[in-house]
């Protein structure tokens, strides 16, 4: 019978998370409890922003495949396209201080059409707002959606 040889690893060992994250019915994230948060929407805005200022600066813009990659996923995936449009989303979703910074940001990404979406996508929303206030401030938000 041959001896089979076994090689040794040639990647790293995956390092075990940290902490017990979790964004259900409780929202526990660990080190980003705290953590400020963006919609794709904002985050398009800031990104773009920079790279547009280091363009008009002549600075060394580093287009990175990544940095394409993520501007490419933003501009796919943000429901507000506009400046105006964008603040005016989270003076809404700041309006609810019940709220955790992690589901206005999940409110402002996935744009839910009803308080039932809404409250499935992000349960920790269950006893946080009625189902009429959130559709509420839903239909408000979609009011400031592009047609």
Known sequence: MASRSVHPATSRSKAQPTGNEEAGERISLGEFQDVDTLTLS??????????????????????????????????????FKQKEHVEAVERLLSAHKEFHKFERAQLGSLCCETAEEAKTLIPSLQDKISDDDLQELLDEMYKLMPR
């Open 42 to 79: 904002e985050a398009a805005l800031v990104i773009n922003a920079l790279v547009s200022k280091r363009r008009n600066d002549r600075k060394n813009v580093n287009e990175t495949e990544m940095l394409t990659k993520t501007i490419d996923y933003l501009d796919a995936f943000s429901r």
